[in-house]
């Protein structure tokens, strides 16, 4: 279609962007660590490292694998870590000493974790000694051969590292028994590889860079083939469009977000490494009250996360003490963002927070708002520089202006398929060669994306199309209400009927009420039927409300 975006660009952001400015993401690290050698790169738990010290860090990691593994080019070596100093060190090093990086959720399943090591075939594993013991239980029926095994406080420097591991192992008691022989420690990897060196690999745009897992609550996990190119174009997109608006080597980022996870990746670790910015590394984002007195220690500038982590920063009330002078950026992703939540958090950081979208198959980013927008506007943005995107019909054919259709995507961005699934990578790309999103969406005049919501979350209530996206976002406007999920549910009369799942910010608010609430806002097939209060809503690794899990566990149809 028209690329009918392109007149709503903020100003300075180009309609397409040299992708060959870097060779490799090895190019672009090399760069960066030595413009901005003397700038502190990361900071966890107090701790902080420079450019030039993770430049020599990576470096010793990387002789390790290269030199005392003797991996061969293009080796699958999988990281299973939350936020930590060590992730940043192992990750850039897999990537320099020309292999793959594998990354993998630290809370998989033993099921979840066998299938991913089994599929992508990895020979390494550098992984946090919290998760060990699940390593343990499938190591035998996987390709892995080496095992590198890490503490949370390995990189904090003495004495702060023995007390962090003695706190974690002996007091919370976090690392659960475990036992894998021939396993090396991470500092011991380090020395090694110190004697070894790095042997340099030029790396090319089609070459691996990561097999990122996705899908996995849809059916098996999915390994999306990553190319150093697609990493490069979409940390070069989001670049041009954040680069009005921060200055190299003076931003502090926020990444609360796991960095084996797309967006946390490309958005914070990679693009704004870019720019030589420090970045606070988050390790556990859910302790809430621990959270917020970190960001009191810092005068940051950025801040990415979901919509229900900016949900509870807000809720929490030591949050709106806090200085937010220095605030520039604040981007949600990863599920869509609430009015109720863009509305409360303008009024407390007195910035807007800006929505954007992506999927793992795209790097992530496919369209950003304008980060100078004075107001929420329910839209995921503009499609970012060099990217097409076209809604087509459920035959594949473009629809027109206005009509709702499935949003396909064409870019340097998108992925080169699924690892050794070409069936599944078959059905998700059109004839033309667009990626099938899966989420339905309309274009405005101005060229503005507006997600109505996944495919198959779709409720059909007596032949009316129901988004679950439209009922949470009226049913997170009540001032009683802290989380919601919507979803459907069978029923005789209509076929569906929706159902939402809430958690109470005010424990006397009632389903009576709610619903009351809902039809002042939601024409009559729309308000729920059924309201299910709860504790707790399901969530993903990153925040995501699991709407499946929801589905598998509800309670009959719930509270009329």
């Not at 008691?173 to 500092?187: A, C, E, I, T």
């Not at 949470?472 to 009683?480: L, M, N, T, Y």
């Amino acid at each position: 279609m028209k690329k009918i975006w392109l007149k709503s660009y903020p100003p300075g952001v180009p309609e397409e962007i040299d992708v060959n400015q870097f060779a490799s993401l090895g190019d672009l690290f090399e760069k960066s660590v030595a413009r901005f050698a003397d700038h502190t790169a990361y900071v966890n738990m107090g701790k902080s490292i420079s450019y030039a010290q993770l430049d020599s860090l990576s470096r010793q990691f990387a002789g390790y694998l290269q030199g005392e593994l003797k991996l061969g080019r293009g080796a699958r070596v999988a990281l299973m870590m939350p936020n930590c100093l060590q992730y940043p060190v192992a990750m850039f090093a897999v990537l320099r000493a020309g292999f793959t990086v594998v990354n993998v959720n630290p809370l998989y399943t033993a099921r979840e974790l066998e299938h991913q090591l089994r599929d992508s075939g990895c020979e390494a594993v550098v992984i946090m000694e919290n998760f060990a013991h699940t390593l343990a239980e499938v190591m035998g029926r996987t390709s892995v051969r080496h095992i590198v095994v890490t503490g949370l406080g390995d990189m904090l420097g003495f004495p702060k590292s023995l007390l962090v591991n003695l706190v974690v192992r002996h007091v919370k008691k976090m690392v659960p028994p475990w036992s894998l022989p021939g396993h090396v420690g991470f500092r011991d990897a380090l020395d090694k590889g110190a004697a070894h060196g790095l042997a340099p690999v030029a790396m090319t745009h089609d070459d691996l860079a990561y097999l990122q897992y996705t899908g996995g609550t849809t059916g098996v996990a999915k390994g999306a083939m990553l190319t150093h190119g697609n990493i490069i174009a979409n940390l070069q997109q989001a670049h041009a469009w954040i680069s009005p608006y921060v200055k190299e080597g003076e931003e502090v980022i926020i990444t609360a977000l796991p960095l084996y996870h797309i967006f946390s990746l490309t958005a914070n670790c990679l693009t704004f490494f870019k720019i030589g910015a420090s970045n606070v590394l988050i390790t556990n984002p859910r302790d809430i009250p621990a959270f917020v007195a970190e960001l009191g220690k810092y005068p940051f500038t950025v801040i990415t996360g979901v919509n229900t982590l900016f949900n509870a920063l807000l809720n929490n009330p030591e949050f709106e003490k806090l200085d937010f002078r220095t605030l520039k950026v604040a981007l949600g992703g990863g599920m869509a963002v609430q009015q109720a939540v863009a509305d409360r958090w303008k009024r407390v950081t007195g910035k807007a927070l800006a929505e954007a979208y992506g999927l793992t198959e795209t790097s992530p980013a496919v369209c950003i708002n304008p980060l100078d927008l004075p107001e929420f506007n329910h839209s995921i943005g503009l499609p970012i520089s060099s990217t097409d995107v076209s809604l087509r019909d459920d035959d594949g054919y473009e629809v027109s202006m206005g009509i709702p259709g499935e949003l396909c995507v064409k870019g340097p961005q998108v992925m080169k398929g699924y690892y050794n699934r070409p069936e599944d990578t078959a059905r998700t790309f059109t004839h033309d060669g667009y990626l099938r999103t899966g989420d339905v969406a309309t274009i405005d005049d101005d060229g503005f994306v507006r997600i109505v919501d996944r495919k198959k979350d779709m409720i059909l209530v007596s032949g009316f199309n129901v988004y679950p996206n439209e009922v949470e976002d009226v049913v997170a406007a009540h001032p009683g209400v802290m989380e919601v999920a919507a979803l459907g549910v069978p029923d005789e009369h209509s076929g569906e009927a929706v159902k939402v799942f809430v958690v109470r910010k005010d424990p006397a608010l009632t389903a009576e009420a709610l619903i009351a609430h809902c039809r002042a806002g939601l024409t009559g097939y729309k308000v729920p039927r059924f309201v299910e209060f709860r504790d707790e809503l399901p969530k993903s690794n990153v925040g995501k409300i699991l709407r499946r899990v929801l589905r598998d566990t509800s309670q009959g149809s719930g509270h009329a």
